[in-house]
């Protein structure tokens, strides 16, 4: 154990806390959790040597928390900010719940969007997003960033043939489209079922440190859209007009349905294919399983797409989506990584 956690835990709670002490299983990222006992109470310490995105994350759970009940609590925090104590709200995920329980989940995937409404609309006014981690806005360079990074990381490693010039100027159209979204509101920018935990069946918000003022539909995108969730058609259309009602409810404002349908439909297309980078980077490039394993999931997501009319405006890349919705590609990728 680092002597500073030591130190820390020791004049904030004691000897019982340090003897309790348990490192947790690390996520994608350099933060580090550990779980404690105090006074018959158990409690999550995090450790990031990051501390701007420990700032955000404090600043955020701050704000929110004076609206949302359903955030972690802050209980502590070091004088450098390299530590912070929080509630401690289990282990268990709506993937988690979802992978046993698909009914079950149900429930709880339309309790999670009247939260994420509130969390949008509700609590997010008076958000200061120039202390938001990395970027403060979801603008044309992220959206380009994400392009090039499905082009980079997957596309060029498909063995699809595709015209260069042309997907670029469909992407620069597209990032120029998708900043102009109207409806601009706090975004996690990852939200879904592995960062909502379930605790005493209800579901909290975890990992929101990345968040910034963007187009609300992504966030709804990123939850039911979810490669590994698999959720039915049925279920989407649901959830998406669940959302609709709720956001009409939050803002009472009268709503283009039009205007916000393709809305949603760019953050579709930019969350799958932002994703598919990600995975393609992860699973191809580092090549951790449960990116790889994910990526079949991702391209089947991409099958059910291909016939959205928001594609007749960027011609080349919607010829580059329907080549990846053939279903050997997978199976063709998968021999370039293994060296057959």
Known sequence: MKSSIESFLNVNFGSEAIASLILLAQSGSSRKYYRFQFQGASFILTESENLEENQT?????????????????????????????QSDLG???LMDILEKDREQAKSLFEKSIRELVKMQVKASVGLDYSKSFS??????VLVLRDLFSFKNYFLNLSGIEFNQGKLLQDFEQFAHDFSSIPEQYFVFRDFQSRNIMIHNDHPYFIDYQGGMKGPAQYDLVSLIWQAKANLSAEWKKEFYDL??????DATQQDLDRNSFLRGYELCLVE??????GA??????????????ASIGFALKNLEEIKDLDLLESYPELKKVILSLGNPELFNEIKKRIDGE
């Open 57 to 85: 994350f404090l600043y955020f759970t701050q704000h929110f928390g004076r609206v949302m009940d359903n955030l972690p609590e802050i209980i502590k925090v070091s004088e450098d900010y390299s530590m912070y104590v």
């Open 135 to 140: 970027y403060p806005k979801f603008n044309q």
């Open 243 to 248: 959302y609709v009602k709720e956001f009409i």
């Open 271 to 276: 969350r799958l294919l932002q994703v598919l």
């Open 279 to 292: 995975y393609g980077f992860r699973g191809i490039y580092e090549r951790k399983p449960h990116f790889l």
């Open 91 to 93: 282990n268990v995920s």
